[in-house]
């Protein structure tokens, strides 16, 4: 039988940002936060070199896993002063 893992990836304007101790600051709260409410792993994706843009890639192995991920992006979106501009979830099976 498949195991599902699902992928959320979220991305952030952070509009007038301008150094990295700022940037760092709004990732890394996010990310604790998600990690105290919803025990998964996250971890920034492929924005690093950019003070304005933040993405953040979360994945879990839960059963519901549609339900936590859309959960889990509702609340960074409701915790973060920053405009989330994207959000995506993928769904994939893994065979043992």
Do not use: W
């Not at 893992?5 to 604790?32: M, P």
């Not at 492929?46 to 991920?69: I, K």
Request: a negative charge.
């Amino acid at each position: 039988m498949p195991m599902f893992v699902a992928v959320l990836t979220v991305e952030f304007a952070l509009d007038g940002n301008d150094n990295l101790k700022a940037k760092r600051r709004v990732a890394n709260s996010l990310k604790q936060k998600v990690r105290n409410r919803f025990n998964v792993a996250i971890a920034e994706a492929g924005t690093e070199n950019s003070l304005t843009r933040l993405r953040l890639a979360v994945t879990s192995s839960e059963s519901h896993l549609r339900s936590r991920m859309d959960k889990c992006a509702l609340m960074m979106e409701a915790v973060c002063t920053e405009e989330m501009t994207d959000s995506e979830v993928e769904i994939y099976a893994v065979d043992d």
